[in-house]
């Protein structure tokens, strides 16, 4: 309950505290955790509050709202911009809306394996970090779901666990991990030898990375 102000001048004080708070809470980014995930809804922390389960279509008064869900991830519209996030996986805003300060925040699974959800050239696709890749390493499969025409790249070979197997050096657009996007990031194609996309250095060398036991922070340092 609000308590009574007996004078002007403290009158005044509230007042302006009360404004304060107001630009504060504006200039504020949203900071969402995705924690649990059912049929239309998820559980989710924001900004570091009690975690709350919300329905798909339902907005939050920190301008988040909830997209779709399924099994392993959900896509929310936040702050007027669409994100996938997988279910442990935790997505920072910067305050200013600037991206040379996004950080991203990804919770490692059972096996200790850090997945999270992205876009290459716009088109969605879910990364293994591999910090032991030397760039961005697609199966021919998964680059030609993107319409990557990767047989224009630079042809040569790369080692895998079943062999020697033909590659190509391509160049993509874009590549976005949470709020983090680069540009003319170089990638491997490989026609057979590799079942996921792999989140390597071409990448990662350009963030920032922190890890504390089982949560892995990147943030974008150019």
């Not at 007042?15 to 504006?26: C, D, E, H, R």
């Not at 559980?43 to 909830?66: F, H, M, W, Y």
């Not at 996004?102 to 997945?115: K, N, P, Y």
Request: aromatic fraction near 6%.
């Amino acid at each position: 309950m609000w308590a009574k102000i007996r004078h002007c001048n403290g009158i005044a004080r509230a007042v302006a505290l009360v404004s304060l708070l107001f630009q504060t809470g504006a200039s504020l980014a949203a900071n969402v955790t995705v924690v649990g995930l059912f049929p239309g809804k998820a559980v989710v922390v924001i900004n570091g509050a009690s975690p709350r389960t919300i329905s798909v279509g339902q907005k939050q008064p920190e301008d988040v709202t909830l997209v779709s869900t399924a099994s392993t991830s959900a896509v929310f519209e936040i702050e007027g911009k669409r994100r996938t996030l997988d279910l442990g996986e935790h997505f920072a805003a910067s305050a200013g809306g600037d991206n040379a300060n996004s950080t991203l925040t990804i919770a490692a699974d059972t096996a200790g394996q850090f997945w999270t959800m992205g876009q290459i050239n716009g088109k969605t696709v879910r990364f293994l970090v591999d910090t032991g890749a030397t760039s961005i390493a697609l199966p021919a499969s998964a680059a030609k779901g993107m319409g990557i025409d990767y047989m224009k790249g630079q042809r040569g070979f790369s080692a895998t666990a079943g062999g020697v197997v033909p590659a190509y050096r391509v160049s993509l657009d874009t590549v976005t991990i949470g709020a983090i996007t680069l540009y003319r990031i170089d990638a491997i194609i490989l026609e057979s030898g590799l079942d996921v996309a792999l989140l390597g250095m071409s990448f990662l060398n350009r963030l920032e990375m922190k890890r504390d036991g089982a949560q892995m922070t990147l943030t974008r340092r150019f």
